[in-house]
């Protein structure tokens, strides 16, 4: 290790990198951040002019650490001009110019356009507007391209995600992409185009070639082969089916999906490989020339070539940087430096890009490589000290033995070198990722990724061959595709895990690579012990911590228009009161916004899951949360519908043969930890079927839960609506509570006067999104609260909710730090 840190750009880099996670978090911005930067680096070259080497590289380090943090800053702080893009978001419609400035985003279910803003027209005025907008076309958008100029009248909004604890967010990775704002077309009239043509001709060219490449493959190729073909030709991933890329994540192999550094890797290897060949038949060039050198120079063009084909995304450029300075090390006989090559590779990427640092596919592709780069050769001279046979390349079974063996290791060695971060973004592990990427990988890269590519090649000037090769192509995907989807289907395949913490990740690549160096000494074994006896700490403590809570904890998760409620209770039982869900199959809560938050908890039992009704925003999300996560039992009211939302959960449940409990208000319900739960809606007796019911009669069947824990009340609603209220004051229920869960998302026909007079709540919990079609929660219900004295929260707002109590006392903290 202290041979690596002697490296100068080691140190510079781990300073830019830390910079750069630093400034990621929400700092206060720093307006002389410049002015800094620039002191900074004029001492640095005054101390090295003075050659105070030491004192000049803790100044270089402190460079750039703070040009990571201020270049983070320029991306989540932007100051923009009056008129940019952002500047126009409002309630009101706008009628907008702009250039598509990439290629469009096709999906089954619309068109994603990144559009470069000219101009805003209001009546006879033409306004100039600068900046970027990503724009949401429902269906497929028409024949659209990059260059072509749209005129389009839309509401702009906000980036807004899902703001829970662990839960990816949606507007930093779109500011780190520097979009602001983002508009929604739902209907083609709403939008024509102008003009085609806008952008570097050039590019316009690539561009037709990428359309005439997308229509080759549609044509010839077949679902779901020409959807793999698109993938690793072109870069879209739009269209490769849902069960396709669930097995290629069960078998560890989701990253030959994605035109990353494997693919680029194998197109260099191919490439260089036919070059060196091609110049080794002629006994001149051989003579004059130093073919391997020419050879790596003249495969950096081919690289070029196919990162514009595969739409030039910044994923897609920065392992083309990183392999051709590989390519580089070559030319410039710097091939003993490659951990030196990949820290510049690396230190060029996040300059040029600083928020590559947190993109999945750069810390997998730099992981993978650096790995390799470390660990196979040590492993390697360890296994040659133990005896292990790794014979001479002398007989071709020979060759085929030792390709096999170092195929095993390099591909161990990757997987275990990603694993922590496959986990922190998959939360998920394939347990036989290493047989499936020894057959996956070269299958692909020296089969399907050729043949599509020289396929490719020949549409454009001998079409039948081209046609020919893409027909033999998918018998290859074919068989891929079926060997895949067996390795997938075999129990235990891939397995669920929690989020690792940073200690966690830290512990773990301690011991990673200390484990190569137990031969040094005792001090390097004593080292690796006292590290896993404290990774096991941490790992005993996050699964017994919560035995000994007391309080009782409620999270109001924020799945915008619906609910879902976690309930903690005193000493690790835990309750899923709904999952919220979109009334569109486009975006799976359950799988995006409740899964990640509880596993970010180390949680991955739910002792009690309840749906208090089949409405598809408390619904749909818990089918994933059914199938992925250990379930006690499952609470309902009894009532069942005829949605595929609802049939799908039905099949988790008998599958996993989960214990299924129907409730209404004459039911008893067991205390649990001295919480002591009371159900007040439906009332009991069968609701008969619901063909013929309407939505306010489902939604007056909600089941609500009266909550008590010593002194403090807490009352979960559901979606009750004004006669389901007046209902339950007729009843003479007891509705006194501390804590109210706003019924029916604040709608008019809920909150009714003499309800909450009852209730008379401290604080009244609002599950809401931010952009709903009822444009909830309703202002006269929220007067009724204000008059009443409430303290509102919302999730719209505040993001996730999170309420605890020891039975005396009630803390409410909210995820985002915002006013009522």
């Known amino acids: 290790m202290t041979g690596i840190l002697r490296l100068p750009l080691i140190p510079i880099l781990i300073a830019y990198a830390i910079g750069i996670y630093g400034g990621h978090f929400n700092l206060p911005y720093f307006s002389q951040g410049l002015f800094l930067l620039l002191i900074l680096l004029a001492l640095w070259v005054l101390l090295m002019v003075l050659k105070r080497i030491r004192w000049a590289s803790w100044v270089a380090l402190s460079f750039f650490f703070f040009l990571g943090i201020f270049s983070m800053q320029s991306y989540l702080h932007p100051k923009h001009s009056p008129s940019h893009v952002s500047r126009f978001i409002g309630p009101q419609r706008i009628l907008l110019e702009g250039t598509i400035d990439r290629s469009p985003q096709r999906t089954r279910t619309g068109t994603q356009l990144l559009i470069k803003s000219h101009k805003m027209i209001s009546g006879d005025r033409h306004i100039p507007v600068e900046g970027h907008l990503l724009l949401f076309i429902k269906g497929e958008g028409g024949p659209l391209h990059v260059g072509d100029r749209l005129r389009f009248l839309c509401r702009l909004q906000r980036p807004h995600g899902f703001h829970n604890p662990g839960v990816f967010s949606y507007e930093r990775r779109l500011a780190f992409e520097r979009i602001h704002a983002i508009g929604f077309l739902s209907d083609e009239k709403m939008w024509v185009k102008v003009g085609e043509g806008f952008k570097n001709p050039i590019l316009l060219r ?18 779901p082969y020409s959807s793999l073909f698109q993938a690793l030709v072109l870069g879209e991933q739009g269209n490769i089916p849902e069960d396709v890329r669930e097995h290629f ?8 999906l994605a035109i990353s550094g ?142 096999v063996t170092l195929s095993l290791i390099v591909t161990v060695v990757a997987i275990l070198g990603t694993a922590p971060f496959v986990a922190l973004h998959f939360n998920r592990v394939s347990l036989i990722g290493f047989l499936a990427n020894l057959f996956a990988v070269p299958w ?97 403590y996050w699964n017994l911590k919560d035995l000994f809570r007391k309080d009782l904890i409620l999270t109001f998760l924020d799945v915008g228009h619906g609910d879902s409620i976690l309930v903690e209770f005193p000493g690790g039982k835990r309750m899923l009161i709904d999952g919220g869900g979109l009334h569109e199959d486009r975006f799976d809560i359950g799988k995006n916004a409740i899964a990640p938050f509880l596993r970010s908890k180390k ?124 209902r339950m004051v007729r009843k003479g229920h007891s509705l006194r509570a501390h804590i109210l869960k706003v019924p029916h998302h604040g709608s008019s026909s809920s909150s009714s006067p003499g309800f909450l007079e009852k ?30 004295g409430s303290k509102i929260f919302r999730t719209d707002k505040h993001g996730a909710i999170t309420v605890m109590t020891d039975g005396e006392r009630v803390e409410i903290k909210t995820y985002l730090k915002r006013d009522n």
Request: hydrophobic share 50%; charged share 20%; aromatic share 12%.
């Open 603 to 726: 949680i991955r039992k739910i002792d009690t899951l309840v749906l208090t009704h089949p409405d598809p925003d408390h619904l749909k999300g818990l089918n994933f949360i059914a199938s992925r996560f250990s379930i006690g039992r499952f609470l309902d009211t009894g009532l069942r519908t005829d949605s595929e939302s609802y049939f799908q959960l039905e099949k988790t449940l008998q599958r996993r043969k989960i214990e299924r409990v129907p409730l209404n208000e004459d039911m008893k319900f067991q205390s649990i930890q001295g919480v002591e739960i009371s159900i007040l809606n439906p009332p009991a007796g069968s609701p008969g079927p619901l063909s013929h019911r309407n939505p306010a009669w489902l939604n007056n069947q909600s089941l609500v839960m009266k909550l008590r824990f010593k002194n403090v009340i807490l009352l979960l609603t559901g979606d009750v609506e004004r006669e389901a209220e007046e």
């Open 249 to 256: 994540i069960a078998t560890g192999i989701a990253h030959l």
């Open 444 to 540: 692909v890269g020296f089969l399907i990724v050729p043949i599509s590519l020289i396929a490719s090649l020949f549409s454009f000037f001998f079409y039948p061959l081209a046609g020919l090769l893409i027909t033999v192509n998918q018998f290859f995907a074919a068989l891929l595709l079926k060997i895949v989807a067996f390795f997938a289907s075999i129990p235990y395949a891939s397995i669920d895990l929690s989020t690792p913490t940073l200690l966690e990740i830290i512990l773990y690549y301690l011991l990673l690579f200390l484990m190569v160096h137990l031969r040094k000494g005792k001090k390097i074994r004593y080292l690796f012990v006292g590290i896993f006896i404290l990774l096991a700490a941490d790992i005993a």
């Open 759 to 788: 209730v008379k709540p401290d604080y009244a919990i609002l599950s809401v999104g931010e952009r709903n079609i009822g444009r909830l929660p309703h202002p006269e219900v929220i007067e009724r609260y204000k008059r009443l």
């Open 262 to 403: 494997d693919h680029l890797g194998i197109v260099a290897f191919l490439s260089f490989s036919l070059i060196l060949w091609l110049m080794k038949r002629s006994e001149l060039l051989l003579l004059s020339l130093s073919a391997r050198k020419w050879a790596a120079a003249m495969t950096i063009p081919c690289l070029l070539l196919y990162t514009f084909i595969a739409g030039g995304g910044i994923s897609v450029i920065r392992a083309t940087i990183m392999v051709i300075l590989f390519f580089l090390s070559i030319v410039f006989d710097r091939e003993r430096y490659l951990l030196h090559t990949l820290a510049l590779a690396a230190l060029l990427i996040l300059l040029f890009s600083p928020p590559s640092l947190f993109d999945v596919s750069f810390q997998l592709s730099f992981l993978a490589v650096l790995s390799i780069l470390y660990l196979v050769p040590r492993l390697l001279r360890n296994l040659k000290r133990e005896g292990m046979p790794i014979p001479p390349e002398i007989s071709w079974r020979q060759k085929i033995w030792k390709y």
């Open 206 to 223: 690539i561009e037709k070639w990428r359309d005439h490449l997308r229509n080759f493959l549609e044509k010839e190729g077949t679902l």
